[in-house]
């Protein structure tokens, strides 16, 4: 079976951006939000981590030839890099420019549709579980262990991310990168973008931005999260950030509350999909347990969000891996001959 074209691991996370920046543009002209800021950050944080990556797989090359006393290194790597870097346009360029059409998209929910499904998803978490779910991490879970959870949901998500992002397009055959980052757009598309307008909820902790009525459910949760977390530490800083956001029509990088599905929890499902059968592979569970029990614990989402982001994401790599087999397919497929004409004599006697 023939492997794809560059141009076919190219255009669908192409056309998902091109989409995504529809979207986001629709959204800024009703919302009045500008993120156009978002570009040049989101960008130069693409190009700065890809570029740190590519650096680091040079030297693990140059290395390993060294080890194995390469005779014509720079031809080895002369070769290697044409191969190796003709999808680094993804996590350079095309993931940081939807980010920026995502993020704009964020910021817009509250001035569009608001949070009208807030007590519906606080419900249906009680129902399910019998109590809030925050209230079950934290009787777990003490003050060391949250500190180890903060440090993981804030720090370790997003360079896991960005760092799969580069490694992945640079040690990844055109059909894995191809169906990483297909999934991977196509999940904020589905899960953070259309879901979360459709569906939209703030979370138990901002959850009085769409339902007052939950202010004194979720009150001793910020009274818990104050007596764990740091007053400085990372979480409390971001959520005041996020709170006092939230009524700006700028976008900021990191900026917009959205609750349902859990985007969080849903990238590291694809990064557990990307790594089957390799060494990776129980790491990135870890990592999406980690996040899954983090997003409940800080409070940033119901239990049920994580559930949903989870499925959208196996949801979207389920499509994205059967739409390349389709492509391998065609590609193996042996062209069809045409069919011969009849013969004259047999055409004038018939």
């Known amino acids: 079976m023939r492997e794809i074209t560059l141009r076919d691991a190219l255009l ?13 543009s629709w959204l800024s002209v009703i919302s009045g939000v500008n993120g156009t800021s978002l570009f040049s950050s989101y960008l130069s944080i693409g190009l700065f981590v890809t570029f740190v990556c590519v650096v ?58 608001g949070y009208p499904w807030e007590a519906f998803w606080a419900d249906a978490d009680r129902a399910i579980l019998g109590v809030d779910a925050w209230r079950i991490t934290h009787a777990v879970l003490g003050p060391w262990l949250t500190a180890v959870l903060a440090f993981c949901y804030t720090y370790i998500w ?12 640079i040690y990844g055959g055109r059909r894995l990168v191809g169906t990483f980052f297909t999934a991977l757009l196509l999940t904020w598309i589905i899960g953070g973008c259309l879901m979360a307008y459709a569906v939209s909820a703030a979370g138990p902790i901002f ?14 949760l910020h009274v818990q999260l104050n007596a764990v977390l740091a007053p400085d530490g990372a979480i409390l800083r971001t959520q005041a950030y996020l709170a006092e956001a939230v009524g700006n029509r700028i976008a900021a990088g990191g900026g917009g509350i959205s609750a349902m599905p859990s985007m969080h929890v849903a990238e590291m499902a694809i990064l557990v999909l990307a790594a089957r059968r390799t060494r990776w592979m129980w790491p990135a569970v870890l990592l999406w347990v980690l996040i899954f029990i983090g997003s409940v614990h800080f409070g ?33 497929a042996p062209p069809v001959a045409p069919r011969a004409a009849p013969a004259l004599g047999n055409a004038l006697s018939s």
């Open 207 to 220: 959850a009085e931005m769409g339902d007052p009525d939950l202010i004194a459910q979720f009150a001793p």
């Open 300 to 332: 940033y989402h119901y239990a049920l969000d994580g559930v949903v982001g989870t499925l959208i994401a196996l949801l979207c790599w389920k499509i994205a891996d059967r739409h390349f087999e389709r492509v391998m397919l065609s590609r193996s």
């Open 56 to 113: 680091t797989w040079s030297l693990l090359e140059v290395g390993a030839m060294a080890i194995t006393r390469e005779g014509r290194p720079i031809e080895v790597m002369r070769r290697k890099i044409p191969e190796r870097l003709e999808l680094i346009i993804l996590p350079t360029l095309v993931a940081p420019i939807f980010l920026a059409g995502f993020s704009t998209a964020k910021v817009a929910i509250p001035f569009v549709v």
């Open 12 to 24: 669908p996370p192409l056309v998902l951006c091109g989409i995504m920046l529809l979207i986001a």
């Open 158 to 169: 997003s360079l896991s991310l960005g760092i799969t992002e580069a490694f992945v397009a």
